[in-house]
């Protein structure tokens, strides 16, 4: 038996967890700081990269413990794109536990680590697949041929859709995060309320824009709108209407068999259930636990480039803006 600890601390989550053969989980310990960065409307990088030093030791000696103790075969950490303090607290951690147990420590992208929950489900997917991660950070439509080989169709020329969901909960005063803060309130609205505009859906390409929707609501509001349940309603059928859109025309173009979502915004109950309706193929996604940051996703990633022979050395440090490839 093969066991990988993976380590995730690119933005607010400490995650630390233990895969034994690239996909069982025998451990995943994960520390949110969201009630730390919720007084301020979202991350304070600095409080974040504090928090992960103080908690990674506690949480590393717990997820060993639970899963059959020290040393693992492996450590992977994420390496970037992130917040630059939190990325070099888990890249550290990892590199001095793989130098003094003399294992092989394997840098993963953040986004690779998102792709890869979707391969803790029960039923993983098959290479090829086309991947739309939608997070936090992140909103593009990614050719996946075969393990670790990336092509990318489009991103966001702006806001990514997890940020549209928090800067439109703090227009609405609903609580950070803003994803789930939405998902609830919009329970009890009416999503054809109001027509938001459902921006570059038929321009052609597989580049989406969320900042005009974020504005929309903000004019709206100025105008005196006011019912929040309604308002979260048409937002939310908005924005998950765009990646529906996207996502379909990507399938067309790459003929893909199979559609992998990821990220924090795969926890969104509506964007699930139309991605299943609106694709005329499979959809993969990942246990609702997995979609947030995590460190068994990261393992997962971690187990295959192993597997494939892709270590780090113990020079490499953490990049920010890691590019994917
Ligand atoms: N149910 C939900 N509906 C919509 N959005 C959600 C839901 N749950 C979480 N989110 C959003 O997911 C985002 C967090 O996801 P994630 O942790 O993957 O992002 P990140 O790690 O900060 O960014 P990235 O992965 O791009 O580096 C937040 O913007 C949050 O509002
Ligand atoms: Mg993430």
């Not at 053969?21 to 520390?31: D, Q, S």
């Not at 492996?74 to 536990?97: C, D, E, I, Q, Y």
Request: with cysteine; net charge negative; proline share 6%.
């Amino acid at each position: 038996m093969t066991r990988i600890l993976g380590i995730e601390t690119s933005c607010d989550e400490t995650g630390v967890a233990v895969l034994a053969n690239g996909r069982t989980i025998l451990a995943n310990e994960v520390a949110s700081q969201v009630d730390v960065h919720a007084a301020f409307g979202g991350v304070v990088p600095e409080i974040a990269s504090r928090r992960h030093t103080e908690c990674i030791s506690q949480l590393t000696e717990l997820a060993l413990r639970e899963a059959g103790g020290a040393p693992v075969d492996a450590v992977a950490a994420t390496a970037g794109p992130g917040l630059m303090g939190s990325l070099l607290v888990g890249v550290n951690f990892a590199k001095a536990l793989a130098y003094g147990w003399g294992v092989p420590y394997v840098p993963v992208h953040h986004l690779e680590g998102h792709i890869f929950s979707v391969f803790l489900a029960e039923e993983p997917p098959d290479f090829p697949f086309l991947a739309l991660i939608v997070s936090g950070g992140h909103t593009c439509l990614i050719w996946c041929p075969a393990p670790h080989r990336y092509e990318w169709l489009g991103t966001t020329r702006d806001d990514a859709v997890g940020e549209c969901f928090d800067k439109v909960a703090r227009l609405l005063d609903l609580p950070y995060p803003g994803g789930p803060s939405i998902q609830k309130a919009a329970e009890a609205g009416d999503p054809a309320h109001i027509a938001f505009p459902r921006s570059m859906v038929h321009d052609g390409t597989l580049d989406f824009s969320y900042s005009g929707l974020k504005t929309a609501v903000l004019y709206q509001l100025q105008e005196g709108a006011d019912d929040r349940a309604d308002i979260a309603a048409s937002f939310q059928a908005a924005a998950v209407d765009i990646l529906v859109e996207k996502t379909k025309a990507a399938v067309k173009r790459m003929d893909a068999p199979c559609v992998v979502v990821a990220g924090g915004v795969a926890a969104n109950r509506l964007l699930r259930e139309r991605l299943q309706e609106a694709l005329p193929v499979p959809v993969a996604l990942p246990p609702f636990a997995l979609c947030l940051d995590n460190g068994a996703m990261i393992a997962a990633a971690g187990a295959s480039r192993l597997a494939h022979g892709h270590v780090g050395a113990m020079t490499d440090t953490a990049n920010s803006s890691l590019p994917l490839q």
